[in-house]
């Protein structure tokens, strides 16, 4: 071939691995409201910053009829971008070729992708439409998943992992999502199960629509194997461009920092009176943690994580004086805040990934313990309660902790013992540091004098009172140096600001080992 005849070669590979599998297929993926493998990644980057690797990449097997098929790409793109300037790995499943399943080459060009996000510390984002296993190709394709989970492993804690859900994700595919970070689904678009509804028919005899089985809704609020879900693509993008904004590329590294006056900068010194009125003084009394963030947090910084799932709990991220922190918070709104076992695993997860990222944690702690009952017990509480204490005393990250109201038995030990390893606890005037609540207390331990009283209920009464003021007092836990601090209210930012300041070039080493052994 002539210079020319071979550069109109090259154009020519190069559109029909653009075209992936053509207009009319492309057509298909819109009706179905879903944007093309290409598409999401103008979503995704920023303006013309996407570098392909391996574009010509292309399947070696020819078995039952794939000599046809084998189109450059190999039903996936991979490559790099740029997010807000900072650069991203990614891999976009097509749909629109041999139903992005995963043949041999297909794995080798994502797990190329993973290889160069792990050795350049670049966040890894991976884009999953695909029918699954490329059934023509058998055990390669079974050895490909394995080198992407394998990769997906090695990057853990090393680099960001997300996942976003857009089309079929079923079968053991689902594992890749499984090991990363976080989670992305959108409504009548993801899908993700290990056996779909035609199985659990035939299996069960359960009736059940792929929507109500592996949609957004039943992922990010019955299972919690989603994080995030949204409406649209486009928003879905948005919302992984957001994540990464609050994240650091990798292990090595601080998540981006707004400094004084740059666009998102607020007030250190900003007072809050407004948490008076958001917090009521009766302990019983429910109310929206997520106010309180709003408004003591940088403003609009919260970026909520898992906001649908196990609820009587609130992660996420939030920036205090253009800092990153990880925020895990009591929702005294649901189940009175109580912890259960989903809140645990939700808790843990989420500490150990700021801990991996050098995120500081704040916790807010209003909560009367963990919550009581048989489906709890033999649901495996101890297990599962015990992942939070571990993440908890594993961290090596800044702690912080801030006691609003409740602070009882084993949930304050997980939410704020210094003995743990948070670093500053403070409290505010009202809170309430105890084995168990005033009433449970008195009934234990002032049981007879209140039988023989003349009026139990007014002894009842007086004892709790009395409790409350000798036991339970927040001066009482300063006064064994376990509050630091107890604090004005309307200065909750400002002391929480100098906290996070203070602590902010916290080191700690432990001792070498292979690795822990947290209760899984
Ligand atoms: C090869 C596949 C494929 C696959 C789809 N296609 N899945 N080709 N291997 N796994 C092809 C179809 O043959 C079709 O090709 C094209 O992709 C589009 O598929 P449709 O069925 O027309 O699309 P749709 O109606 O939208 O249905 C999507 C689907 C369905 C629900 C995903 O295709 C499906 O059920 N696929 C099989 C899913 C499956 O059983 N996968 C294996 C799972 S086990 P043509 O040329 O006709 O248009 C697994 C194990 C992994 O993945 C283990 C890892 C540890």
Redesign the pocket.
Known sequence: MSMRESIQHMKDLREQAHSG?GED?IEKQHE?GKRSARERLDDLFDPHSFVEHQSYIRGRSTAFGLED?RLPGDGVITGSGLVDGRQVFVSSQD?TV?????GEQHAARIAEAQKLSIATGTPFVQIND???????EGVL??DG??RI?RANTDASGVVPQISAIL??C????V?SPGITDFIFMVDNVSNMYIT?PDVIRAVTGEEISHEELGGAAAHASRSGVAHFRYKSEQDCMDGIRRLLSMLPANNTEQAPRILPDAPGWDDPDRVVPEVLDIVPEDERRGYDIRRFIGTVFDTDSFFEVHAEYATNVVVGFARLAGRVVGIFANQPAVYAAALDIDASDKGARFIRFCDAFNIPIVTLVDVPGFLPGVTQEHGGIIRHGAKILYAIAEATVPKISLILRKAYGGAFIAMSAKALGYDRVLAWPIAQIAVMGAEGAANVIFRRDIANAEDSEAKRTEKIAEFKESVMDPFVAAGYGFVDDVIDPVYSRTELVRSLEMLATKREQRAPRKHGNIPL
Do not use: E, H, V
């Open positions: 599998g297929r179905k098929k749909f041999l139903g992005g399943s995963l695909s029918g699954g296993a490329r059934i023509q394709s079974l998943y394995a989970f089309g079929p079923a079968g053991g595919a594992y779909g």
